[in-house]
């Protein structure tokens, strides 16, 4: 039950603090504004040597950031109606094979003596065709308590690893089956290549870095166009670059995000994107953390970002390998994640297509936890068993 009068005392209960952080955060985002604007003018040779005594700023520009004197790269196309947009998006499309992957996970539930979760991904394949048809399907894994750790109080932290690695997976399988045709391919992968989420443990932290490097890898060696799609992204790494520009405290950049800072005004309102810029976080640039287990190859420097302004909301942050620059497929790669946008009524088609096969429901959970249940009976798996708490619940819920 929601309670609306009591969420409301305790909002205003917190209104003097709320209302002293708003303040705040509008004086710091001026002042970054102002930093932003001093860019202007700027090479990009002469905002690195800005930064360089700098070991991690937070972003590098790359030599992209001499095409845009003012930060944002607008595009050029301008459609008379939602007919013609749509017109160009399908040309721009014509047999490119988009891949989106996405995942949920059933935690361990205490209705069940032995703890058993589960992860679910699916993904959504269109080769925008009119020769073949497009592919959605999916992959579900159980996990025991031998992979879900000594601390039940971890449990979620290596489901939440488990769902990242099998996604993974499966994108690096889609760039493998599309090798040498990466002018007609994409994969588009619906979180973050570089993985300050981690958190503390080192075990956790390594083996999202080695999935996360292992699909820099694959792209690069496939040469298959490889975007992470971030939406509603806190990162702060361009702004806090703009700290060290500016030569003010890295407070200014707390609670700002990137995002929230490039969707400022603008006298032009067509769609745009910033410049590519290398991720240069702490974690990230840190001798070793990005090393390739399998090569020894370091990655600390092939992640690039920008940001991608298509719809009323705050632009995606999009994150890509750097060798994507160096082929010169940037430009292309960004119209078809556009196109896939137009597609998809402002966010890109295959990543909804991918969440929508995913998505577990309530409804779902319970068919869940019946199969459990009938498993545990066929099998003669005592500790499969629902408890009486959770019979009830199911009687009380059919």
Known sequence: MFYRDKIIKALDDKRE??????????????GLFAACDSLSGMSAAELRERLAPEAAPGALPTDEFDRAPGIHMPF???????????????????DVSVCAVDGSQLPA?????????????????????????????AHVEV????DLGDDESDANTWISLRRYELEVARINTFMREHRGHGERAVALFDGSLTVSFAGPKPEVRDR????????????????????????????????????????SSLLSA?????AALLDGPRSDDRPWRLPAFFCQRQDVV????????????????????????????????????????RAGM???????????????GGYPYAIQAADAAAVITFADRQRYLRALEEFGRHHDIRTMLASAKQASKERRRA
Request: net charge negative.
């Open 109 to 137: 539930t205490k209705d069940f003596p032995l703890p058993v979760a589960a992860v679910q991904i699916a993904w959504f394949i269109n080769p925008h065709s009119s020769r073949d048809s497009y592919v959605k399907d």
């Open 208 to 247: 999202y870095r080695a999935a996360a490097v292992s699909m820099l890898r694959t792209s690069e060696e496939c040469r298959v166009p490889l975007i992470a799609y971030i939406d509603r992204s806190r990162a702060r790494d361009f702004a806090r670059m703009l700290c060290y520009v500016q030569g």
């Open 254 to 258: 707390s609670l700002i995000s990137d």
């Open 330 to 344: 940037l430009d292309c790669v960004i119209d078809w994640v556009r196109a896939e946008a137009i597609g998809g």
């Open 286 to 325: 840190q001798e070793g953390n990005y090393a390739d287990p399998e090569t020894g190859r370091s990655y600390s420097n092939e992640i690039c970002f920008t940001y991608l302004k298509i719809n009323s909301g705050p632009p995606a942050r999009l994150e890509f390998p750097a060798w994507l620059l």
């Open 76 to 94: 050029s196309e301008a459609w008379d109606n939602v007919a013609a947009m749509r017109h160009w998006a399908a040309e721009i499309l014509a």
């Open 17 to 30: 603090a709320l209302t002293q952080l708003d303040q705040e955060q509008r004086l710091r985002l001026q």
């Open 143 to 146: 996990l025991t308590p031998r």
